[in-house]
């Protein structure tokens, strides 16, 4: 600025046809100016003369020339950028340092750029896919396995076990027959369809009884007492000539000792012990 004041504020010099520096509507000649008010440069410690271009970021101040990426030493003149621990550094060397990996291409996640977190890594979100279809999971439920991302429809198509009765995929819970799965609810009886997670059951041509229905049904009758054979528990039971008896129930007619692994003899529909039929 060329002066129309008289004399430099601080060094009484005359101002007549120098450049000056106002400051609070005070003149001062520039060698004044600059060595009373020039700011510091963060990077050269040098003043920024009232001459030159003074770039200023949070409180410090940099010469133009200065104002420089501290790894790559770029301009960062009207360009953007980041500063860590009150270093200065363009985008691109900032994201090399301190920004994120994405979990799928171990690229730099940029700043500004959206980033998915999930179980404590980051994704990109165009990265951020489900394995199987490759769509977008966004904030959508999904499920993890082996370390691979589906959404909840492709990874029951893909892993999910579906019930042998109704072929539903059972999400939860579920009872193994037969080497199948099985929903609770639709694991019943084949005849009177009452639940049998929690209770016992026999099996008969791959379908599931309960015990009364069994009994009821298909159970052979014992030849003594007429009540059902289940065999539950894997208990044994007598057959002999298309019949059969409880091994309780496999006694002698006459003098009821049991004939469980001893000789004994028939007569008609009757079993005798060898001592009872001898005698006959």
């Known amino acids: 600025m060329t002066s129309s004041h008289t004399d430099c504020h601080f060094c009484l010099q005359s101002l007549r046809g120098r450049k000056y520096a106002l400051r609070e509507e005070n003149a001062y000649c520039v060698p004044c100016y600059d060595s009373l008010y020039a700011n510091p440069c963060e990077e050269c410690k040098q003043p920024i003369e009232c001459s030159s271009k003074d770039l200023a970021y949070k409180g410090r101040h940099w010469h133009e020339g200065c104002f420089r990426c501290a790894k790559c030493s770029r301009s960062l003149v009207e360009k953007p950028f980041a500063a860590k621990d009150e270093v200065l550094l363009c985008t691109e060397c900032y994201s090399d340092e301190y920004s994120s990996k994405c979990f799928h291409c171990q690229k730099t996640i940029m700043p500004g750029s959206r980033k998915m977190e999930f179980k404590g890594s980051s994704w990109h979100e165009s990265c951020f896919v489900c394995q199987y279809c490759q769509q977008p999971l ?81 159970a052979e009758k014992c030849a003594a007492c007429k009540k059902p054979i289940t065999a539950l528990g894997g208990a044994k039971y007598i057959s002999f000539e298309e019949r059969q008896w409880h091994r309780e129930c496999f006694n002698c007619m006459r003098c009821s000792a049991s004939l469980v692994g001893q000789e004994f003899l028939t007569r008609q529909d009757d079993i005798l012990c060898h001592k009872c039929g001898s005698a006959s």
Request: hydrophobic share 25%; glycine share 4%.
């Open 138 to 218: 966004g904030t959508k439920p999904l499920i993890t396995k082996d370390n691979e991302n589906y959404c909840v429809p492709c990874f029951e198509k893909q892993f999910a076990h579906h019930c042998y009765a109704c072929k539903k995929v059972i999400t939860s819970g579920g009872v193994t027959y037969d080497d199948q799965p099985w929903h609770k609810e639709c694991f019943v009886c084949a005849v009177c369809k009452t639940q049998l997670s929690r209770q016992r059951f026999i099996s008969k041509d791959e379908c599931p009884y309960c015990v009364d229905c069994f009994s009821k049904f298909y």
